[in-house]
């Protein structure tokens, strides 16, 4: 069974930076898209990126120039590189991977940004 492993999570001060990544263990036979949503204290889940396997990435307006999102097909991996974090950055981070027929999640990572 497919099981996707976050890290990379962690207390940043506003105006710093964090990369998360999210591996998935065993076997995948074809990924449509990856991404990462977050989930704040008392608010929605909000999707913050995504990225296609043919490369084509969309961002949440609020992160658009300050986060980055990457992947790696060949590890089975996806990344979020966060830049020039703001407090209102600070919630827990789920990657996804759109497997087409399913949508498989990692357990979340908590990114706290504050002074």
Not at 34 to 48: I, K
Not at 85 to 110: H, M, S
């Amino acid at each position: 069974q497919v099981q996707l492993v976050e890290s990379g999570g962690g207390l940043v001060q506003p105006g710093g930076s964090l990369r998360l990544s999210c591996a998935a263990s065993g076997s995948i036979f074809s990924i449509y898209a990856m991404g990462w949503y977050r989930q704040a204290p008392g608010a929605q889940r909000e999707l913050v990126a995504t990225i296609t396997s043919g490369g084509s990435t969309n961002y949440l307006d609020s992160v658009k120039g300050r986060f980055t999102i990457s992947g790696d097909n060949a590890k089975n991996t996806v990344y979020l590189q966060m830049d020039s974090l703001k407090p209102e950055d600070t919630a827990v981070y789920y990657c996804y991977f759109n497997l087409r027929i399913i949508t498989i999640w990692g357990q979340g990572t908590q990114v706290t940004v504050s002074s």
